[in-house]
């Protein structure tokens, strides 16, 4: 535990803290994921109803995460649990961000085409 630090926001021990935001990596992430969530409920809340019936949610497998990693135990990594299961944690939330991306870029997509087709 040498090189960890405390995060405030989430209580883990952290390899990487930013301390200009107080928060790890892991929760700045999930803040972004949390920010393209919000923008998608914007962006749904002044689309037209056929998209918002297309891209709403629970429609379909679009904008979810599909298969996650497994989760790392001590008994495969040792004294470097730690570490691991924030490597694990890192790579689920930059998943669940870029699946909030996506979906939001198809959104976005989505109202422009319809804007096109009303012209």
């Known amino acids: 535990m040498a090189n960890l630090h405390y995060c405030p926001l989430c ?12 928060a790890c990596r892991v929760c700045l992430m999930r803040r972004f994921a949390a ?4 923008a998608i409920a914007r962006e749904l809340a ?14 379909g497998r679009r904008g979810t995460l599909g298969v996650r990693p497994p989760r790392p135990t001590r ?18 939330a930059r998943m669940e961000w870029d699946a909030a991306r996506q ?15 009303q012209r």
């Open 46 to 59: 002044t689309a037209p109803i056929h998209v918002r019936r297309r891209f709403g949610p629970y429609v």
């Open 75 to 92: 008994r495969q990594c040792g004294d470097d649990y730690e570490a691991a299961l924030e490597r694990w944690e890192l790579r689920i």
């Open 35 to 38: 920010g393209c969530e919000d």
């Open 103 to 117: 979906r939001l870029h198809r959104i976005r997509v989505a109202k422009a085409e319809d804007e096109r087709r």
């Open 11 to 22: 209580g883990n021990w952290r390899r990487a803290f930013d301390e200009d935001e107080g």
